[in-house]
T-cell receptor, first 111, second 117 residues
């Protein structure tokens, strides 16, 4: 079946540090891959996505590249801000409506 | 409304009681999804509607769980005879077009946290 494994947290960083959150997946067929983010007191929202191998998704300074050979979709940001403190979820979709999520990684950025 | 609205935000109930969780999707959104998130885990799919039709309920854990969306807008997830293992965050999401789960264009509410004592 489909599954997503992402780096366990929590992760604590200083402002302007480099962030990477690892995500690997198992899926049949050709999944689309996503990163969702949940800011405190809000619902999950789509951060970025990639729908085929070698695609790079990017948004708000975050990037992730769909690597089929390593079945990975690692999230990176070069210089984090306090406002990036949130829970980040890696997810995949292989049909037209279901998403499979990872367990989430809590990121705290200190000023 | 401006976003997906869920109520109640927090619900504490005693084992054996029935609970109803409400979801009001973004106006005009065709599809509505329910997910459940246990502590320390990611959301897991429960069920999905296009308009008023329930397309897939394969994720509902057992027959104590049911969902409806009678007019193709507001949805209710009902849990009968609650058990402690039902404690979780219940998340609702909607999408503009039918079956956009694979595109990731889902808009989630803040969730309803259920605690069964």
């Amino acid at each position: 079946g489909n599954s997503v494994t992402q780096m366990e947290g929590p992760v604590t960083l200083s402002e302007e540090a480099f962030l990477t959150i690892n995500c690997t997946y198992t899926a049949t067929g050709y999944p689309s891959l996503f990163w969702y983010v949940q800011y405190p007191g809000e619902g999950l929202q789509l951060l970025l996505k990639a729908t085929k191998a070698d695609d790079k998704g990017s948004n708000k300074g975050f990037e992730a590249t769909y690597r089929k050979e390593t079945t990975s979709f690692h999230l990176e940001k070069g210089s984090v801000q306090v406002s990036d403190s949130a829970v980040y979820f890696c997810a995949l979709g292989t049909n037209d409506y279901k998403l499979s999520f990872g367990a989430g990684t809590t990121v705290t950025v200190r000023a | 409304g401006a976003g997906v609205s869920q109520s109640p935000r927090y619900k504490v109930t005693k084992r054996g009681q029935d609970v109803a969780l409400r979801c009001d999707p973004i106006s005009g959104h065709v599809s509505l999804y329910w997910y459940r998130q246990a502590l320390g885990q990611g959301p897991e799919f429960l069920t999905y509607f296009n308009y008023e039709a329930q397309q897939d309920k394969s994720g509902l854990p057992n027959d104590r769980f049911s969902a409806e969306r009678p007019e193709g807008s507001i949805s209710t997830l009902t849990i009968q005879r609650t058990e402690q293992r039902d404690s979780a965050m219940y998340r609702c999401a909607s999408s503009l077009s039918a079956g956009q789960g694979n595109t990731g264009e889902l808009f989630f509410g803040e969730g309803s946290r259920l605690t069964v004592l």
